[in-house]
């Protein structure tokens, strides 16, 4: 038994290096996609510099973060069908991010940053409060409920940006492009990484939580406590990557599933895995948007809203394959 099993621990302890240099591939390979050439003159390592590298580092970051997102919110809510583009969440950060303008119009980024955050969060507590209220939660109900919700959301904001004259300005939030992003203009991300360093710190809480109240005070951990801390770094990290660069949906239903298929549902295990797997989906579809009209680009968002249709669809055929 021993001998068979040790190619398995092997390919096992090998998996994660492997994916860690397909995705520095990947990343080293969208330093070198674009219209511009790099080695044409001597202004392409100055375009290296204030181009390139921020977009692909903003990748990087935003890709973790949504991923991450994405499964923080299945394990608060028990379903593998929500993420923050499925919860309403992102709808609530384009409205504090319009509101913000609106009412400040010079505020700084990381101004409207925080109030975009606010408005996630809270947008989450409600979608929340809203869950707990309804008894039937199946696995499709409560994606319905957040897409409900955020469309409702979405409305009202598109009101506001129709009466403000801010239509345009909101349809570029909704568009979720890194075209615009240069040296300057990205460094907030960071602030995702330390969301994503703070979910590792609680894994082991999250999961609890993700139990149920019950088993996690038997656990001795607090749940209410657990779930606001979980709430507020999913709200951060879909305020501040919406006033970067936009909506990225279903990235964060995407890659959970997949990881969770293949692994299951340890946390702090998968986390790495959601990491790389969030980053590779993002930079692939930021290549191929780059790639498929050059010069012009596709909108990565509209890469992903594809790819996570089909997905997503392909998880409700496989959860009915299941439930029959």
Not at 112 to 136: C, D, P, W
Request: charged share 10%; net charge positive; glycine share 10%.
């Amino acid at each position: 038994m021993t001998a068979l099993t040790a190619p398995a621990r092997i390919r096992g302890r090998l998996a994660l290096p492997a994916a860690i240099i397909v995705v520095v591939g990947l990343i080293v390979l969208s330093l070198f996609v674009g219209v511009y050439d790099l080695t044409s003159d001597g202004v392409g390592s100055g375009m290296l510099w204030i181009t390139r590298i921020p977009r692909t580092l903003a990748l990087v970051l935003a890709g973790c973060a949504m991923a991450v997102s994405g499964l923080v919110m299945q394990l608060l809510t028990q379903n593998r069908f929500v993420e923050p583009t499925t919860t309403g969440t992102t709808e609530w950060a384009a409205l504090g991010l319009l509101a913000t303008v609106l009412l400040v119009p010079d505020a700084p980024l990381v101004v409207r940053m925080v109030f975009a955050s606010i408005a996630a969060f809270l947008g989450t507590m409600v979608f929340l409060a809203i869950l707990r209220r309804i008894q039937l939660r199946s696995s499709l109900i409560v994606p319905l409920i957040g897409i409900m919700l955020g469309a409702v959301v979405s409305s009202f904001t598109t009101y506001l940006a129709v009466s403000a004259n801010a239509l345009q300005m909101l349809g570029t939030w909704f568009m979720g492009s890194f075209t615009a992003v240069v040296r300057g203009r990205y460094e907030v991300l960071w602030v995702v990484g330390i969301v994503v360093v703070l979910v590792a710190l609680f894994a082991d809480r999250l999961t609890a939580a993700s139990l149920g109240k019950d088993v996690a005070t038997t656990l001795g951990v607090d749940y209410d406590r657990v779930l606001l801390l979980g709430t507020a770094l999913v709200a951060v990290a879909t305020g501040v990557t919406t006033v970067v660069v936009g909506f990225l949906p279903f990235l964060g239903l995407i890659v959970p599933n997949l990881v969770s298929m293949w692994r299951g549902d340890n946390l702090r295990a998968n986390l790495p895995w959601v990491c790389l797997g969030g980053v590779a989906v993002i930079v692939v579809c930021d290549i191929v948007g780059r790639v498929i009209r050059m010069p012009f680009e596709v909108p990565v968002s509209m890469i992903l809203g594809v790819l996570g249709a089909a997905v997503f669809v392909g998880l409700l055929l496989r959860q009915r394959g299941h439930d029959g």
